[in-house]
């Protein structure tokens, strides 16, 4: 008996070895022609066997692909389509760096970071203190995601100015929305969606009590 751990080692496992022997043989093959007639009936084989949707348009193509992967590229027969090279199949994709972007400020993140980056490089002017004012009220919703007990504006001051590099300075005159006022705010966008998901979803049919049949016959007291 011979195990499968002793035979050639299976290139394309989703077509599995009995498709890898056609291979072998179509490339025993002497005569071209019957080799490219070959070939065809083994790309119908393993059309079935493919997981892939024929409507797709490279279909056909990945299969052609495959059978010249399974040979090594080493079948030599006339192709429909471009025959494939081993470098640019085998080769490896290009490194993918990661970001190095540090986000300094986690309760606020990444996007509040590059608009205070942003803002700093504008000229002062009315415009950029309504902004201010503007980032500073949403830093102070976002900081209630994380700490939902009360948040100081001097707090908020504090960490706009790090966040600036002392670029950008919130007047202390200007006093930003309660905490009370902005969770109420949210609990009220909250209820809100949820209505309106109420309201989205289609009504299911109530479904109708069957009643039951009561048998036709009455008991009839014997003793009366």
Not at 147 to 165: A, C
Request: hydrophobic residues 30%; charged residues 35%; contains cysteine.
């Amino acid at each position: 008996m011979e195990y499968n751990t002793a035979k050639k080692k299976i290139i394309t496992k989703e077509y599995g070895r009995n498709i890898q022997q056609m291979v072998e043989y179509l490339m025993s093959i002497q005569d071209r022609d019957l080799r490219n007639q070959q070939a065809k009936s083994v790309i119908r084989t393993m059309a079935c066997l493919s997981n892939g949707s024929k409507k797709t348009a490279d279909f056909w193509q990945k299969l052609w692909d495959e059978l010249f992967v399974i040979s090594d590229y080493r079948l030599d027969i006339d192709s429909p389509f471009p025959i494939p090279a081993k470098k640019d199949v085998v080769s490896k994709p290009n490194h993918i760096n990661y970001p190095d972007h540090r986000i300094h400020a986690p309760a606020y993140g990444k996007n509040i970071e590059k608009c205070i980056h942003q803002l700093a490089t504008e000229a002062d002017s009315p415009k950029k203190e309504n902004t201010i004012k503007e980032i500073a009220t949403y830093m102070k919703i976002l900081y209630l995601n994380y700490n939902r007990d009360s948040v100081s504006d001097d707090l908020i001051r504090d960490h706009l100015h790090l966040l600036s590099k002392g670029k950008l300075e919130l007047d202390k005159e200007v006093v930003l929305p309660s905490t009370k006022s902005l969770l109420a705010k949210e609990e009220e966008a909250d209820a809100g969606k949820k209505k309106f998901k109420a309201q989205a979803k289609p009504a299911q049919p109530s479904k109708k009590k069957k009643k039951k049949k009561k048998n036709g016959y009455k008991f009839q007291n014997p003793m009366i």
